[in-house]
């Protein structure tokens, strides 16, 4: 396969034009590392990223007594390295092939010259994650709407225990905060949240006050007796 | 607040830098729009993006017979329009407010404009969507643990069926077929795949052939009496 087909089939890159591909192929380093051997160790210059063509690498921190803690293991297509290289930042962790992998390599300098040349470069990719984020957000939506609700409801019917049917509530941590804990994003909590509302379930009061108007309801979506339309 | 301050709490530019924020605020359109006002329509030149401050905005295409198909209702902090201006495309949707809304829009040749004088601008919004993907791309692993193995080994299954024990598969679509069929990301179903590998149930003999070592094991995943670890 030509250079600029194996460029152009890396999501990260997905939907550039054939000049942005030919660009990346005059920069990019294509690289084979043996199983075992170490890329960039914690606090290491951020001096490019990575994309990997085959095999599979870890990504890990060492604790203070010397025991791995693996963050990821990446595989075919997957980047990595690429958020502290983009943001200008040291490599936060660790990462060694766990076996002979094939991968390509993009200098910062070099990337960081692209950019300033073609613009549109750095347009296109943020289009590229954009697309991947919005279809991204939809599916962790399409996941999330079987359990969020009912979880949702059983913290709201929690919050509001001891006291009167109707009553206003007051969420103790921000929405940010509750998303994760509720193994969910923010967006899909803000459409829950108005879903609940627009079905009579609550009603806000405030950012962080919320009105329990059907209690018996909320309790049946957190026993999952009930679901959300 | 401040509107460096506001454009600072909008997700698609979190962690950009102070002088990052000072740029972006010489250049966004502070604009409110009345309820059932149009914003844009499919068509039109993307001429800039949107980002929510309040309110509610719906995205939707018309069909022949002039019937509106909602493709997203979008809050808070959410962009919309910044696929088709990054990209330099035109809108491919129509965006309607559904309520009183706020919106701050960033016009696309004053926002091309600070991506050309300001290089880090770029890469450091590529490091915030990076960081979000990666985010999310976990999140979605986490949902689809619970239930992906299972629909994947039905799948093996089912192609499996009518064949002798320890024959070989053909997947009779791409990976990034099966995994939206199976309501994941190709990033996942790979570990997913990997993972049968490594206890056992399978083991891939080329791109799409896939020998089934341990057919009862994966009508056990199949039938949810078993999981993966």
């Known amino acids: 396969m030509k250079l600029t087909d194996q460029i152009a089939a890396i999501p990260l ?12 192929a005059m920069i990019v380093v294509d690289q084979v590392i043996r199983r075992g051997q170490t890329i960039f160790e914690e606090g290491d210059e951020g001096s490019g990223f990575y994309v990997i063509l085959s095999g599979r690498v870890k990504i890990f921190k060492l604790s203070p007594d010397g025991k791995e803690q693996i963050l990821h293991i990446l595989t075919t297509g997957e980047p990595f390295g690429e958020v502290p290289v983009f943001a200008g930042e040291k ?4 990462a060694q092939a766990m076996e002979d992998s094939r991968v390509f390599f993009f200098p910062r300098p070099a990337f960081v010259d692209l950019v ?8 296109n990719m943020l289009a590229v994650l954009s697309r ?12 999330s709407l079987k359990e ?3 979880r949702l ?14 009553s206003e509530v007051t969420l103790e941590i921000s929405k940010n905060q509750l998303a994760s804990l509720l193994g969910t994003i923010p967006e899909t909590l803000s459409r829950i949240l108005a879903k609940l509302t627009r079905e009579g379930f ?9 009105q329990l108007l059907d209690r018996k309801g909320l309790e049946e979506l957190a026993s999952g007796e009930r679901r959300l339309a």
């Open 13 to 24: 890159f997905q939907g550039l034009s054939r000049g942005e591909y030919e660009d990346l």
């Open 91 to 94: 490599f936060p962790a660790h």
């Open 116 to 123: 300033k040349k073609t613009p549109s470069l750095a347009l």
């Open 132 to 143: 991947r984020l919005r279809k991204f957000s939809s599916l962790i939506e399409d996941l």
């Open 148 to 150: 969020v609700p009912g």
């Open 153 to 166: 409801a059983a913290y709201l019917v929690y919050l509001g225990e001891g006291k009167k049917g109707g």
């Open 202 to 210: 609550i009603k806000p009061n405030g950012p962080r006050q919320i």
